[in-house]
Structure formats: C-alpha cells, structure tokens
C-alpha cells in the first residue's frame, strides 16, 4: 500500500505563489504517475498536473504556465509549485498515484491524499 501526505496549502493573496508537496511512504513511487487534482465547493473534482515516471509533466490548460509539477524520487515525494495564484485556483488540493499511464480521470487512481486547503484572495 502507498500513502501519500499533503502539505504546503494555506492562504495566500491573489498573485502570489504556494508550493504543495505530497510525501509518499509504504513504497517507492518512482515507477508511478502521480497526479494532483483539486476540488472546490459544490463541484467535481478536476485534474490540475500529472507526472509520469520518466517526470514528463502534463496540466490543465487552467493552470498551464503558472503551475509546475516535479518529483524527487530520492525523497519519494512530488511538488506543485504554484505561482501568479488567482481566486478561482481556491480549492482542496489532492495527490494521487498509480502504478501506470499517467491518465487525466480522478476514477484510474488507487492511492490519494487526505488533501490540503488553498485559499486565493483577491
């Protein structure tokens, strides 16, 4: 079993930056795509930036330029550096993993993250 710890959320002004990190223990996960999504009052949960194993990264045209995904598999953990924070990027961010293709649907992964607040104001 993998579990995956969120931290790094918090409030911020409109325009400034927060840099989310997601620690992974009970197994190396350099071999899985890693994906953080997000989820705000009254909506579905969205992809936001995956990360393949060979640390390919892939984002949500919302968010393209302005958040940037990475991993460190020698800490077995992986970052959503996020800058030029607007209002609608407030939400619960969450990790995920799976052992596979990096894949944009929420319902493909097996392991998540009990989530972390981010708060944008305008």
């Known amino acids: 079993q993998v579990q995956l710890v969120e931290s790094g959320g918090g409030l911020v002004q409109a325009g400034g930056s927060l840099r989310l990190s997601c620690a992974a223990s009970?197994?190396?996960?350099?071999?899985?795509?890693m994906g953080w999504f997000r989820q705000a009052p009254g909506k579905e949960r969205e992809f936001v930036a995956g990360?393949?194993?060979?640390?390919?990264?892939y984002y949500a045209d919302s968010v393209k330029g302005r958040f940037t995904i990475s991993r460190d598999n020698a800490k077995n953990t992986v970052y959503l550096q996020m800058d030029s924070l607007k209002p609608e990027d407030t939400a619960v961010y969450y990790c995920?993993?799976?052992?596979?293709?990096?894949?944009?649907?929420?319902?493909?992964?097996?392991?998540w993250g009990q989530g972390t607040q981010v708060t944008v104001s305008s």
């Open positions: 995920a993993g799976r052992l596979g293709a990096l894949v944009y649907s929420s319902g493909h992964y097996n392991y």
């Open positions: 009970g197994r190396t996960v350099s071999s899985y795509a």
């Open positions: 990360i393949t194993w060979s640390s390919g990264g």
